[in-house]
């Protein structure tokens, strides 16, 4: 009897075990047909060309702004500055075209660049041969500072197993003092930070003779404007090229203005 009574109590346990199976299993199917009669949700940069296409062009900015901010990547900031300029926005497309170059430096960019600040009767994008080769050597210079530390590595090789080879030939100490020459050069006078860059003024902004809001006013610079860099940073204020002349403007009123670094001591000099 005792037999009896316990295989019916197992029996009513596997019974509620079973139904409580069978409605979490049928719970997990409902949800799974439900995401599959779902629309999958659009990648940001798909969302972003939907809208273009449909010339919500603030909408589509703010996407590629959010997308621009995790990856930047030359196709994102072209969208951008495209999305930016129908708005209407030039100085923000300035912007974004500055940096889509800087990842990949193209003349169609520039060309772009110069165009765009001509309409808007924005100054300091006048770009030659000169200028398109010195970005690219900005651009690959660690590329090309690695590759010639390779070489060097790779001929003092050579010259050891040589010399071991012939104890008598004659040492290769005008090669070598030729290569050490050009890196000592490649390091210290053709850095990147030493080859001049550029800045894009963000918003109205006076342009001061000194570091300091007691210098002289000189001009009020546009948003857009673009001035070529003539030092370090000190405080606030960041040296620009203007008219021939060295002048100084608030670095929060430059686009990427704080990642230029402030001077040190040393740094610090008068033209």
């Not at 390091?187 to 003024?201: D, K």
């Not at 405080?235 to 670094?261: H, K, T």
Request: glycine share 8%; aromatic share 8%.
């Amino acid at each position: 009897m005792h037999l009896a009574a316990n295989d019916a109590t197992r029996m009513r346990k596997n019974v509620r075990f079973g139904v409580l199976a069978g409605a979490v299993a049928l719970m997990l199917n409902s949800e799974a047909v439900v995401a599959q009669t779902q629309p999958p949700a659009k990648r940001p940069l798909a969302m972003a060309d939907s809208l273009l296409t449909q010339a919500e062009y603030a909408a589509a900015a703010t996407v590629l702004d959010s997308v621009a901010a995790r990856r930047p990547t030359p196709a994102v900031l072209l969208r951008l500055a495209f999305a930016r300029e129908q708005e209407g926005r030039a100085p923000d497309a300035l912007w974004a075209l500055r940096r889509a170059y800087e990842l990949r430096p193209d003349r169609a960019v520039l060309r772009k660049m110069d165009a765009l600040a001509s309409a808007h009767h924005l100054g300091g994008y006048e770009y030659g041969d000169r200028y398109f080769f010195l970005t690219v050597f900005r651009r690959y210079y660690q590329s090309l500072l690695e590759a010639a530390l390779f070489a060097g590595v790779l001929g003092a090789t050579l010259l050891l197993l040589r010399r071991r080879r012939y104890p008598t030939a004659r040492p290769w100490a005008g090669a070598l003092l030729a290569y050490v020459g050009l890196t000592a050069v490649g390091l210290n006078v053709l850095r990147p930070e030493r080859l001049g860059r550029e800045v894009i003024v963000r918003q109205p902004t006076p342009l001061m003779s000194g570091p300091t809001a007691g210098g002289r006013w000189l001009a009020t610079l546009p948003a857009g404007q673009q001035l070529p860099v003539a030092g370090t940073r000190q405080d606030i204020w960041l040296p620009v090229r203007w008219q021939g002349v060295r002048a100084w403007v608030r670095a929060g009123a430059l686009y990427g203005g704080a990642a230029y670094r402030v001077a040190s001591d040393e740094d610090v000099s008068d033209d």
